[in-house]
């Protein structure tokens, strides 16, 4: 095992972190590590905003539901989807590429290009010592980010990235066994197998809580995903995307 394997599979999402901003040169790796993922069709359909601004970074904390290590980090990334600068491409060529930009299809290339390149970034950062936190708290209230970051049309802000060294640690969580997410040739539509693999992943889980806080916290991962998926979040974000000019086609 090679030691970006080992910075891989030893990830952990970090909440606390020391009061050490990331330098220019460390900020600028990063983001050409983000830079470096692969891209359909070399469209590269994403910005990268660096919030520095202690303000701006109050206010984005708040808005993602006043979790602190939004504020309190050493560097703040929001990726977004931007197909701005392409209808900005069409009208310099004098190419209607609207319909396109509209399409369902571009709508997927912008989310999956924006999530490559935030991958990247993140093992970037754990190579170099650091620890990360995903936000998709930012998707609380998108109107109101676009205002802070002042996104033009065909730009949406996906999620946060708060990077910094970490001042807690925590353990590795166990992610769901291999045979749940890995199937050859075909999907493995086994109900009972499914149901035992879960059964047994429920378990780990169960343990992992109950060690992890002392007992206060035993609650199985199929037990959090019913309660969690039983409750309706963030449902205006179809009017959302639509307004901004994706997903419309």
């Not at 990331?22 to 830079?35: N, Y």
């Not at 070399?42 to 520095?52: D, E, M, R």
């Amino acid at each position: 095992m090679n030691h970006t394997i080992e910075t891989i599979l030893n990830h952990r999402s970090i909440r606390k972190f020391k009061k050490e901003p990331l330098t220019d040169e460390q900020i600028r790796t990063i983001v050409q590590s983000a830079q470096a993922a692969s891209t359909s069709s070399y469209i590269q359909a994403y910005t990268i905003i660096g919030v520095k601004d202690p303000v701006k970074k109050k206010k984005l904390s708040e808005l993602a539901g006043n979790q602190s290590y939004v504020e309190e980090n050493g560097h703040f990334f929001v990726f977004c989807a931007d197909l701005h600068r392409h209808e900005k491409i069409g009208q310099w060529e004098d190419v209607d590429v609207n319909p396109s930009l509209e399409s369902t299809e571009k709508f997927m290339v912008a989310l999956i290009d924006a999530s490559l390149a935030a991958q990247n970034a993140s093992i970037a950062a754990e190579s170099m010592g650091m620890g990360i936190c995903y936000i998709g708290g930012i998707r609380n209230d998108l109107e109101a980010v676009s205002e802070v970051l002042q996104l033009p049309h065909r730009v949406i802000p996906l999620f946060g990235l708060a990077v910094g060294y970490p001042d807690a640690d925590t353990d590795v969580k166990p992610r769901l066994p291999m045979n749940a997410v890995y199937h050859e040739d075909a999907y493995m539509s086994d109900e009972a197998g499914m149901k035992a693999e879960l059964d047994r992943y429920d378990e780990t889980i169960s343990a992992y809580y109950h060690e992890r806080t002392g007992g206060k916290r035993s609650d199985r991962w199929t037990e959090q995903m019913a309660k969690m998926l039983s409750g309706k979040k963030r449902m205006y974000m179809k009017e959302f995307v639509e307004k901004r000019g994706f997903d419309k086609r």
